[in-house]
């Protein structure tokens, strides 16, 4: 079992940054692949990037270049660097951890771009 907290949320500008975090509790963190979803309000949730249990990361093309996905499994934490936000950026973002078949969500923290 894995239980993920978000945090990092908040109103910010156009072209501001933010960083969301991810903790992960209750199992052994290294093992699985962790990505960062989000969804906007009236539609489906998106994939926005992912990182490997070995590092290797993947991103959406609207925001690679712009955001950065990261982990510190010494501290069983995930993070999301977002940089040049855009208003279209407003949305809740998940994490979720994924080992196979298995997969954890998190409850999601709220990011609003605006000036």
């Known amino acids: 079992q894995v239980q993920l907290r978000e945090s990092g949320g908040d109103l910010v500008q156009p072209g501001g940054s933010l960083r969301l975090s991810c903790a992960a509790s209750?199992?052994?963190?290294?093992?699985?692949?962790m990505g960062w979803y989000r969804q906007a309000p009236g539609k489906q949730r998106e994939f926005v990037g992912r990182?490997?249990?070995?590092?290797?990361?993947d991103y959406v093309d609207s925001v690679r270049g712009r955001f950065t996905i990261s982990r510190d499994n010494a501290k069983n934490t995930l993070y999301l660097q977002m940089n040049s936000l855009k208003p279209e950026d407003t949305a809740v973002y998940y994490c979720?951890?994924?080992?196979?078949?298995?997969?954890?969500w998190g409850q999601g923290t709220q990011v609003t771009v605006s000036s």
């Open positions: 979720r951890a994924d080992r196979g078949i298995v997969v954890y």
């Open positions: 209750g199992s052994i963190f290294r093992l699985y692949a």
């Open positions: 990182i490997s249990s070995g590092g290797s990361t």
